[in-house]
């Protein structure tokens, strides 16, 4: 079965740093590239990063670009998102989600339950 | 960044109506479009990508439409566990973005 379960969320203090974790499995890893999608209590969904499955491309959101990075150990089947310089507005629940592509399309397939993400003095 | 907006922002429906969202980008994104339906509490789950295709295992009452900049979802008959809030995600080119997403609820 294919799983992507996100872990390291927490309160954290205005300024502070976090890393999150999506941990895969059921499918090759590599294989795919996979993004963050975060949604801000009571709002809408929010793309925040994506990285190409060899890690060699990345890609950020205006609002993260800067002071979060994504990263991935294909080894370990582990997706990463180092945020640093959190703001109050950072807070969400964030979401990992394995981008499928084919020869004409590309999708989110699969999404992980989430990890919450409180910045807060 | 390509700009997605959604119509209406929410309806209210009955079991077994159609119900039509509509989806618009900024610019044109070909067919690089997707469906999201989100439930309280729950992760986002795909529907209908590269703007007409249905997911495997999505019900065939869910059926998408369009290309360039404007597109539509609908549902043809309103099932009880279709009320959720919808989202429209272009991924024509980063940075990907989400509509404003349209919630469903009941009349």
């Known amino acids: 079965e294919v799983q992507l379960l996100e872990s390291g969320g927490g309160l954290v203090q205005p300024g502070g740093s976090l890393r999150l974790s999506c941990a895969a499995s059921?499918?090759?890893?590599?294989?795919?590239?996979m993004s963050w999608v975060r949604q801000a209590p009571g709002k809408g969904l929010e793309w925040v990063s994506a990285i190409s499955g060899s890690g060699g491309s990345t890609y950020y959101a205006d609002s993260v670009k800067g002071r979060f990075t994504i990263s991935r150990d294909n080894s370990k089947n582990t997706l990463y998102l180092q945020m640093n310089s959190l703001r109050a507005e950072d807070t969400a629940v964030y979401y990992c989600?394995?981008?499928?592509?084919?020869?004409?399309?590309?999708?989110?397939?699969?999404w992980g339950k989430g990890t919450t993400v409180t910045v807060s003095s | 960044a390509i700009q997605m907006t959604q119509s209406p922002s929410s309806l209210s429906a009955s079991v077994g109506d159609r119900v039509t969202i509509t989806c618009r980008a900024s610019q044109g994104i070909r067919n690089d479009l997707g469906w999201y339906q989100q439930k309280p509490g729950k992760a986002p789950k795909l529907l209908i990508y590269a703007a007409s295709s249905l997911q495997s295992g999505v019900p065939s009452r869910f059926s998408g439409s369009g290309s360039g900049t404007d597109f539509t979802l609908t549902i043809s008959s309103l099932q009880p566990e279709d009320f959720a809030t919808y989202y429209c995600l272009q991924d024509y080119n980063y940075p990907f973005t989400f509509g404003p997403g349209t919630k469903v609820d009941i009349k």
């Open positions: 059921g499918f090759t890893f590599s294989s795919y590239a």
């Open positions: 989600a394995k981008y499928y592509c084919s020869s004409t399309s590309c999708y989110m397939d699969v």
